[in-house]
């Protein structure tokens, strides 16, 4: 016996809100670094004024956690958790919320 369309459309809005859920949730390493960044030109950031490359394959998250290129951050900065790679790189970065920015982390060397 197949569903019916009514059982369809009451999974629906319960499926969508798992999604936006999911995709607003986000772990940041409890070893990331936290340093203002802003971006210098192409492929390059500012972190606490220190220019920065960023990785191959490296992502920038923004507030809502949706990934974004290194021109789409704030034009004068922002607070930001990040991790680097083996080459001393930044490969991953999360432009963080007031929340995230209250939990204490440590400062960039």
């Known amino acids: 016996m197949a569903p019916s369309r009514a059982a369809y459309l009451v999974l629906l ?49 923004n507030r809502r956690n949706l990934i974004i290129v290194p ?7 922002a607070w930001a958790d990040y991790v680097l790679d083996r080459n001393g790189q930044i490969f991953t970065v999360w432009i963080l919320t007031a929340e995230e920015l209250e939990r204490t982390r440590s400062p960039s060397p």
């Open 13 to 61: 809005p319960a499926l969508l809100f798992g999604a936006v859920a999911l995709a607003q949730s986000r772990h940041i390493p409890e070893d990331a670094k936290r340093g203002y960044v802003r971006h210098l030109e192409g492929m390059t950031l500012s972190v606490d004024g220190r220019a920065m490359r960023l990785a191959a394959g490296a992502t920038i998250r």
């Open 71 to 77: 021109m789409s951050l704030p034009s004068d900065g």
